[in-house]
Nanobody
Framework: QRQLVESGGGLVPAGGSLRLSCAAS????????MGWFRQAPGKEREFVAA????????RYADSVKGRFTISRDYAKNTVYLQMTSLKPEDTAVYYC?????????????????WGQGTQVTVSS
C-alpha cells in the first residue's frame, strides 16, 4: 500500500498556478523531511523543494525559487507545493517523497518513500 499519494496536477497555461498535494500515511508523518522532486521526459529526476518536520526550514531549487512554496499541514498529514508563474520548462511528473532525515537533503537517493507522481503540463 503506497503511503504517499499526490494529486493536483494538470494542464495550465504559462504564467498560471497549480497546487500539488501529497497525502501521507504509515510512518510518522511529522518526524521527517518531506520533499518534492520532478522528472521531465528524457531528463534526470531533480530536486524541487523540501521542508523540515516542523516547517521551520525550507529549501528550493534555484529554478523554482520565488515561484514555488512548500508547506505542510499536520492535521491533514499533507504536504503542499504551491506553484505560481509556471513556465513550460516546469512541465514534468512531480513526485512527493519522504526521507529518514531530520535535516533537509536534496539527494533523491536519501528518500526511501515515494508517491506515484502527478503530471504537470505548462503550455506556452
Amino acid at each position: 500500500q503506497r503511503q504517499l499519494v499526490e494529486s493536483g496536477g494538470g494542464l495550465v497555461p504559462a504564467g498560471g498556478s497549480l497546487r500539488l498535494s501529497c497525502a501521507a500515511s504509515g510512518r510518522t508523518f511529522s518526524t521527517y523531511v518531506m520533499g518534492w522532486f520532478r522528472q521531465a521526459p528524457g531528463k534526470e529526476r531533480e530536486f524541487v523543494a523540501a521542508i523540515t518536520w516542523n516547517g521551520a526550514s525550507t529549501r528550493y531549487a534555484d529554478s523554482v525559487k520565488g515561484r514555488f512554496t512548500i508547506s505542510r499541514d499536520y492535521a491533514k498529514n499533507t504536504v503542499y507545493l504551491q506553484m505560481t508563474s509556471l513556465k513550460p520548462e516546469d512541465t514534468a511528473v512531480y513526485y512527493c517523497a519522504r526521507s529518514r532525515s531530520f535535516e533537509i537533503i536534496e539527494a533523491g537517493a536519501m528518500y526511501p518513500d515515494w508517491g506515484q507522481g502527478t503530471q504537470v503540463t505548462v503550455s506556452s
